[in-house]
């Protein structure tokens, strides 16, 4: 399969080239999944770097993103194909139209009018058919399948019959097989549980929050700009926040969202003041904002300082 790497090291270095910070286990599947052409299925909470690894091997593989996005209720038509009934309709008026104008010309046959009007030309191609169509000429494009989860189960049975054999009968035009199958990236936060058949065929990887390390990683990465002593404190107050009993966690999103407010504020250090002015950047719960009363937030701060300087 894809031999551009030639050992784990060697593929972490190219993440980390690209701003992706990713631990070994990670980088591991990440490479595995190259090598043996096998599906990557990455489970996660909201904001932990799923979707970014699609977005950041197609950087690495310099081929194109093709992204699916699921929902409760994708059928095949959105993510497969669908005939572009309205421009059917219109060639067929105009064929009857150009008839009727010169009776004198040879009429088309039926056939050879169906034909016209179910070829390429009104095929409107979706995701996961231009995954396969553009696996035809050799570059295999980067396939995300994004929060599968929220999609039917209905959808996650065709899919897993497409991800075995990456091909599409179309009735009307035959059967398209990719030559070199896309590299495929599944994402689900979890909200259901996928079936094991389809984790199966798959390399499966949860992402954890990171730990302080590579979320400081990620911010000095992310934001070079932010003061070195602010980083850590904001790293460890994060920290800190995902040990609470919150509905809605912060993800490295919200983590990087506050770095780039904090330094839009011109802080070189986390004050009460500060963190009660932004705490809407990190949680997005009412029910979460109030359980951090003013003594909280400041005991949070004293630990991250704490924290921050022991890192430093
Ligand atoms: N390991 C990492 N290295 C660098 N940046 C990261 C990393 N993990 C996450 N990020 C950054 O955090 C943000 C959120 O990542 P991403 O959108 O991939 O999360 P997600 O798991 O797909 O979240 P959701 O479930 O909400 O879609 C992005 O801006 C991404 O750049
Ligand atoms: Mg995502």
Excluded at 19 to 42: C, H, M, Q
Excluded at 244 to 256: D, N, Q, S, Y
Aim: charged share 25%.
């Amino acid at each position: 399969m894809n031999s551009r790497y030639n050992s784990v090291d060697e593929l972490q270095l190219a993440l980390g080239e690209q701003d992706y910070i990713a631990e070994r286990g990670l980088t591991v599947a990440i490479y595995l999944a190259l090598k043996t052409g096998k599906p990557l299925f990455l489970e996660g909470d909201a904001g932990v770097g799923k979707t970014e690894i699609a977005k950041v091997l197609a950087a690495l593989l310099e081929t194109q993103l093709i992204r699916m996005q699921c929902y409760e209720g994708l059928d095949v038509n959105t993510a497969v194909y669908e005939w572009n009934y309205a421009g059917q309709i219109l060639h067929l008026r105009l064929m009857e139209g150009a008839r009727r104008h010169s009776p004198d010309s040879e009429d088309m046959s039926r056939e050879a009018m169906e034909d016209e009007l179910f070829s390429q030309r009104f095929l409107l191609k979706r995701p996961l058919l231009q995954a396969i169509e553009q696996s035809q000429d050799g570059s295999a494009p980067v396939l995300l399948i994004d929060e599968l989860d929220r999609s039917d189960e209905e959808f996650e049975a065709f899919l897993l019959e497409l991800l075995s054999d990456f091909q599409i009968t179309i009735p009307e035009l035959g059967t398209i097989a990719a030559n070199v199958p896309p590299v495929v990236v599944v994402t689900s936060n979890r909200t259901r549980e996928i079936h094991d058949a389809l984790k199966r065929r798959c390399l499966y990887y949860w992402i954890d929050y990171p730990h302080f390390r590579k979320e400081l990683n990620i911010v000095e990465r992310k934001a070079p700009d932010v003061p070195p002593m602010l980083a850590r404190q904001i790293t460890a107050f994060i920290q800190d926040m995902r040990s609470m009993e919150l509905f809605k966690r912060p993800g490295i999103a919200e983590t990087l969202d506050w770095t780039a407010a904090l330094i839009a504020l011109d802080q070189n250090e986390l004050s009460l003041e500060t963190v009660q002015d932004t705490l809407g950047v990190i949680l997005k719960y009412q029910d979460d904002v109030e359980m951090l009363d003013a003594t909280t937030i400041q005991n949070m701060i004293e630990r991250a300082k704490v924290e921050a300087q022991r890192a430093g």
